[in-house]
């Protein structure tokens, strides 16, 4: 495995399929059987670990992976109160959900002073008790967080939120927010100039899948007197392209926007004069 980059990944859970679906977007071909732990690229000298979430922080930071996709909670929490030799290199944009305070609803809850707090996040809740100057017991717990306070074990807990339908479920309400996190592309920081080369390679590549999600590439068709208007309108672009059409009065305008085109962009476009306005996804952009 010298020679060959690894890249580790969650091996289930909600960021799977996510982590799967970039790297194989990013034009890194592997095939999982079973349940195998370990894909060999046929077209890279890359290897796919699949290995569990809360190991990844310590497998970049140690050398054992190269590069990884985890969410930020957990690299935030294993990280936490210690050095390590890992570098954030890219916010992937997807599993975002958000690490909160909760309590039963008929709890009616002033301050967090003496509490007892259940969660699998302790070193993270712990320094928020620290910099917010809150005298409180944590209890670390693997699972089940939203039981504990059904069995006496906790007043409160500390857990990942993101519909918010776990909390519903368990007559829990969330009381304050202590940390937001998406999936993150880490990476090791003493790689050798080999690995460094190929890693180079995957994080452009995974750069460009993630510029390519909100970005749209847009066709109209306008007066040419109305160019410099609409050209205003058309969100993060940077320089439209201009094509005569057969009626010398109008123009085709073709960009680029990296940020998202909401059905009111289009309306005002139309209102400005631009017709057959067309709205297209990207898969790509290498800058
Ligand atoms: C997290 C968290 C909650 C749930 C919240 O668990 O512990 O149980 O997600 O999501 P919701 O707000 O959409 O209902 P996860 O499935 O990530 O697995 P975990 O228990 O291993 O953290």
């Not at 690894?6 to 960021?15: E, N, V």
């Not at 079973?34 to 050398?63: Q, T």
């Not at 180079?200 to 306008?222: C, P, T």
Request: with cysteine.
């Amino acid at each position: 495995m010298k020679n060959r980059l690894t890249i580790a990944i969650q091996k289930k859970g909600r960021l799977f399929d996510q982590s799967t679906d970039l790297i194989k977007k990013s034009g890194i071909n592997f095939s999982t059987k079973g349940d195998n732990l370990l894909a060999k690229s046929n077209n890279l000298p890359i290897d796919i670990l699949f290995v569990r979430s809360d190991d990844i922080p310590s497998l970049v930071s140690n050398g054992d992976a190269d590069l990884a996709i985890v969410g930020e909670n957990v690299l935030i929490e294993k990280s936490l109160f210690k050095r390590t030799y890992i570098e954030k290199i890219i916010d992937l944009g997807f599993s975002k959900c958000r690490l909160s305070f909760a309590a039963p609803k008929n709890n009616k809850i002033k301050n967090f002073n003496n509490m007892k707090i259940a969660t699998s996040y302790p070193n993270t809740v712990k320094k928020y008790l620290k910099d917010n100057n809150i005298n409180a017991s944590v209890t670390n717990i693997h699972g089940s967080v939203e039981l504990t306070p059904y069995i006496g074990m906790s007043d409160i807990i500390c857990d990942l939120v993101s519909s918010g339908a776990t909390l519903e479920a368990n007559n829990l309400k969330e009381i304050e927010v202590i940390l937001q996190s998406q999936a993150v592309l880490i990476k090791n920081k003493n790689l050798t100039k080999n690995k460094e080369k190929i890693a180079d390679k995957v994080i452009s590549r995974i750069q460009g899948v993630v510029n390519a999600i909100e970005s749209k590439y847009v066709m109209l068709n306008v007066d040419a007197s109305k160019v410099k208007e609409i050209c205003k309108l058309l969100p993060g672009s940077e320089s439209p392209t201009i094509i005569p059409l057969e009626d010398s009065k109008k123009v085709a305008i073709h960009a680029l926007c990296q940020e998202p085109i909401f059905w009111e962009t289009m309306e005002k476009l139309k209102a400005k004069g631009a017709s057959s306005i067309l709205v297209m996804p990207v898969e790509k952009i290498l800058n």
